[in-house]
């Protein structure tokens, strides 16, 4: 029997975990509605509210200040049109100027629109607080959406820097959380965000359901981004996604009790990185002297492309990604790396390694030997 594969894709998305999935299949069986007045439609109604109080736990939120969507792409698109109101105690629902770092995902592009200001980065990554202060300085309040984690390089923004000055200019922050919960601490006070999202397909629950969460009770949505019922306190309509969102709350719980999970991370990035190193002392680990997420290393090799990498991993058994995640299968040059102005041969060559709780040094192993037969068909070509 061929060897299981090697899973190493975990910031595109994560296995289910077992209390997700017990949670899912226990609220398929759920009758009622949650919007019914009826016992069977109370008891959809507790367990979504349970999930709503476990996804807040999560992250420091309360559950009142939480709006379930069908995941991070829809929670962008909701804060961008739909527009938010009450940030802060303020009512600043008006035409906030829309302002996105350069880097983020294409959720956040397209929810910002074609008008949006870019925020620069640095050659690390790390988004520039100084221009970011003289360009809200320079206009109307805006709303600025910043990542905490990036997807592709791991790169953690200082969140509670970047809220100081948003607010210190009267603007709004929405933090896209993606990419935190399993891997950081995420706690909406500390970072000082109005709002944050998540997807819960990124920490062990189901795909294709996700939450804005709130910082403030008097904050929400200027007006529904879907109308219908007036489900989720008037701001998202339509009968709940009971078993996604059970899930989500199931994998919430879960990710708060795997509280030693970042560290073994940790340990098994560094070796995999010194092996790394050993292997292809060539080999390039974007951003490898920024703060960055315990689970993801980007990595280029000249003379090895992204593209034919990937196939050779994944023939090895190996699941890997290049810099960007591709919805068409195809590798598209990721502007992540082109906002850091990255050499041409790493955008070429970025190959995204992202490990999660469950990843065990043998898969890394496996990854690396892959690497090595790569690095000796390199040697061959480059001889002939
Ligand atoms: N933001 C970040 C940082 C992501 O990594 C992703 C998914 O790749 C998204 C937003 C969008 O999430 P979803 O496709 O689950 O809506």
């Known amino acids: 029997m061929a060897a299981a594969r090697a899973y190493l894709d975990w910031n595109a998305t994560t296995p289910l975990h077992p209390a997700a999935r017990a949670a899912v299949m226990a609220a398929l069986d759920c009758l009622g509605n949650p919007s019914s007045i009826h016992a069977e439609g109370r008891a959809a109604r507790a367990l979504m509210e349970q999930a709503r109080a ?4 999560l992250v420091g939120g309360e559950a009142e200040n939480v709006v379930f969507t069908s995941g991070a792409t829809e929670a962008a698109n909701a804060l961008f049109r739909a527009g938010v109101s009450g940030c802060c105690g303020k009512d600043i629902a008006g035409d906030l100027r829309p302002m996105v770092s350069a880097i983020e995902h294409a959720a956040v592009f397209a929810a910002a629109g074609p008008d949006a200001a870019i925020i620069p980065v640095d050659d690390r990554g790390i988004i520039d607080a100084d221009a970011l202060d003289a360009m809200l300085a320079a206009g109307a309040p805006a709303l600025v959406a910043v990542q905490l984690a990036n997807n592709e390089t791991g790169v953690v ?10 607010h210190d200019n009267g603007g709004a922050l929405v933090v896209d959380a993606v990419q935190g919960p399993g891997k950081m601490p995420v706690d909406i006070r500390a970072l000082g965000a109005d709002a944050i999202f998540l997807s ?8 294709g359901v996700g939450a804005i969460v709130f910082a403030d009770s ?4 200027a007006r529904a981004f879907i109308g219908g019922g007036g489900q989720e306190r008037g701001q998202r309509g339509g009968t709940e996604n009971l078993p996604g969102i059970a899930g989500m709350g199931a994998a919430a719980r879960a990710v708060r009790a795997a509280r030693e999970a970042p560290e073994k991370m940790i340990q098994l990035r560094d070796e995999f990185e010194s092996r790394l190193n050993r292997l292809a002392p060539d080999a390039r680990v974007v951003s490898e002297n920024a703060p960055r997420l315990p689970n993801t290393t980007l990595f280029a090799i000249p003379g090895i492309p992204a593209e034919k990498a990937l196939i050779a991993f994944d023939l090895d058994g190996v699941a890997v990604s290049s810099g960007s995640a591709c919805s068409s299968g195809k590798v598209r040059a990721s502007h992540v790396l082109a906002a850091m102005g990255e050499h041409d041969w790493v ?5 995204r390694v992202s490990i999660g709780e469950a990843t065990e040094w043998n898969e890394l192993e496996r990854c690396l030997s892959s690497l090595e037969r790569q690095l000796a068909r390199r040697s061959k070509a480059s001889a002939a």
């Open 54 to 57: 476990d996804v807040a736990a």
């Open 157 to 166: 923004q200082d969140i509670p820097a970047l809220a100081r000055i948003v």
């Open 200 to 207: 819960a397909h990124k920490f062990g629950g189901p795909k």
């Open 218 to 221: 008097r904050a929400r949505l």
């Open 347 to 351: 955008k070429a060559g970025a190959i």
